[in-house]
């Protein structure tokens, strides 16, 4: 991936962009920068420090858009930031800040140095992970702590648990669970049979906190040996009705099935959603 930080002259603003990183492969992010004046150069840097396992390569020369007839050894230049996510990592959300300085001033001969920020939100992929070699399923199990069973279910594509994987191909190492609002970390390790240290190996954006918020998404490997036997709402009744949404005079409104809701709210601009209860 290619990322222009343009206009050193004119300290352009932070730029948003969200880039997906998976576990096990070399994540490539090239930026590229110029200055308008010709006989100005360039170095690119990073602010703070970088994640575990990412380094900046050395900055090379590079095409320029601006025609110049005698351009400085560094008027146009890229530098690639590489990084190789460790398996601990699913979850990582890191902001890393590429920096672009005219080291010759402005181009008006001031003496001005001037500076140019792109910050990019590296966002590594939860439950997932990418061979970096020739590698069997048992080795990539070992990695988070499992059996080849289980990343082998996960993985219904790959027809023989003795075959040698391909360079760079991704498997899914767990399964992915959304949090409700009854749920705390304790009783879904309890629940899928895994250890609590094991859900923040799997979740590094846990932090290592003890709460986990309801929607969040997260990695788990069950073990069914280890696991509880029944569901919580097993031998529980539940009664499913649904309510209007931002629907004015019908806002609250609960409704028996989605369709009568439906046919109710949306007369009104509103939307219908799922409610629940156990009897």
Known sequence: EIAEVTGVQTCALPIYQIVLVTMGALKQYTVHSYDENC????DIGVQGQLPPGAVMAPQKRAPSPVACQFPSAKQSVSRTLEWLAPPNY??????????ATDVKGSCYGAGKVDVSVKCVT???LRCKYSV????QIAEVA???GTDWLQIWKQNPGIVHPDYILFSGQALDIGRLYTVSASDNLHTLA???GTPLDMLYQLNHDLGGEPFVAEGFELCV???SCKGEDESMYEG???LRVYQCMGGGTNDGAVYPSLQACRESCSLTGGSCSSLSTVT
């Open 132 to 135: 970096g070699g020739e590698h």
């Open 221 to 223: 490997i069950p073990n």
């Open 142 to 144: 070992r990695l988070f």
């Open 236 to 238: 529980v009744a539940e």
């Open 90 to 99: 699913g979850g990582n959300v890191s902001e890393i800040c590429f920096t």
């Open 39 to 42: 006989l100005d150069e360039i």
């Open 122 to 124: 590296f966002k590594v």
């Open 190 to 192: 309890k629940r899928y």
